[in-house]
């Protein structure tokens, strides 16, 4: 039994060593990097999705008509893009309410404390829903294009 420890705790130093096992906040910068690059190629496949409903609009005069098809998810990608800029106004607004609130208090930048993790609710809501109408709305699309090539 105590060979079977000293072996566990031998392959627990190699694998640390192999920078296999990473330390928590490693793992939070890494969640961090990941849903700011998913908030920006979502933003960036929102803006193409208008580019690509406004390539299939037709003019009439000087009326702009825009097939009913896609309506519905021109409308999705305008909400989750309003969304995108709420959900960084709500972050902004947060914590730097949160910083000055501490600041304030402590008297300086030095002091340790952590958050509730309730201040993140309506970010990540936020977050969730944008992200979830443009994938939605892709799908509305996408649809439209299948009718297309269908008929």
């Keep these: 039994m105590h060979y079977h420890k000293e ?12 920078n296999k096992l990473q330390k928590l906040s490693k793992y ?3 969640y ?7 908030s920006d190629i979502n933003r960036q496949i929102a803006f193409a999705g208008i580019a690509i409903i406004w390539v299939f609009k037709q003019t009439n005069g000087n009326e702009i008509i825009i097939e009913q098809p ?17 959900h960084y106004i709500y972050q902004s607004s947060i914590w730097a309410i949160f910083y000055s609130y501490y600041k304030h208090k402590y008297q300086s930048e030095d002091h340790e404390l952590d958050s509730s993790p309730k201040l993140n609710i309506i970010a990540w809501a936020l977050f969730a829903f944008k992200v979830l109408l443009v994938i939605i709305a892709y799908y509305y699309i996408f649809e439209f294009f299948n009718d297309k090539l269908v008929k």
Aim: proline share 3%; charged share 35%; no cysteine.
């Design 7 to 18: 072996h566990l705790k031998k392959e627990q130093d190699q694998e640390r060593k192999n």
């Design 70 to 86: 896609l309506i519905y998810p021109l409308k999705l990608i305008v909400i989750a893009l309003a969304l995108d800029m709420l």
């Design 28 to 30: 939070r910068d890494d």
């Design 32 to 38: 961090y990097a990941f849903t700011q690059k998913l």
